[in-house]
T-cell receptor
């Protein structure tokens, strides 16, 4: 079993829908990261959090340390949100990554 | 700021050839990393350098070597490429290990 599990693997939504991507992890962590990878391949960091909730524009990330679970929400989704969203956890000197969730938002 | 710059972006090698992937960051970060990304799998750590002058193996180090040339540069070398090393390689850096990471654009390597 992977240390970081994401669901769903693939997600298709209509423009305007509310999106939720889930991440569960099985190891002790110092922080959890949400990353975005666009079709061109580049990876950018969206959030780094160790407790509670963070919000940036239409994106919201939450973490429950006791349950070892995090969610990434996208409100009012748009076709430009189409990308692969990656959950990662950092602990002793490295990061461990989920396999990613491929999101497609249709107009 | 350029952030993290990787070269080359694409490379095709024949089995047994060697090559070096270059990575440089201009953010004065202490930690640098090399990952590989394969279809259906998460990024996997090959080697990392927690600070200038140190390097350590990650999850999948076999077949690779690294050099932390200075604080800015961290190179990845394939001494004798194998088809199993066909992958997309990402370099990343962070201020300290475990803090927010910044990624290069990736190198798509094919070994035939």
């Amino acid at each position: 079993k992977n240390e970081v599990e994401q669901s769903p693997q693939n997600l298709t939504a209509q423009e305007g829908e509310f999106i939720t991507i889930n991440c569960s992890y099985s190891v002790g962590i110092s922080a959890l990261h949400w990353l975005q990878q666009h079709p061109g391949g580049g990876i950018v960091s969206l959030f780094m959090l160790s407790s509670g909730k963070k919000k940036h524009g239409r994106l919201i990330a939450t973490i429950n340390i006791q349950e070892k679970h995090s969610s990434l929400h996208i409100t009012a989704s748009h076709p430009r949100d189409s990308a692969v969203y990656i959950c990662a956890v950092s602990g002793n000197n490295d990061m461990r990554f989920g396999a990613g969730t491929r999101l497609t938002v249709k107009p | 700021n350029a952030g993290v710059t990787q070269t080359p972006k694409f490379q095709v090698l024949k089995t047994g050839q060697s090559m070096t992937l270059q990575c440089a960051q201009d953010m004065n970060h202490n930690s640098m990393y090399w990952y590989r990304q394969d279809p259906g799998m998460g990024l996997r750590l090959i080697y990392y350098s927690a600070s200038e002058g140190t390097t350590d193996k990650g999850e999948v180090p076999n077949g690779y070597n690294v050099s932390r040339l200075n604080k800015r540069e961290f190179s990845l070398r394939l001494e004798s490429a194998a088809p199993s090393q066909t992958s997309v390689y990402f370099c990343a850096s962070s201020e300290l290990t475990g803090t927010e990471a910044f990624f290069g654009q990736g190198t798509r390597l094919t070994v035939v």
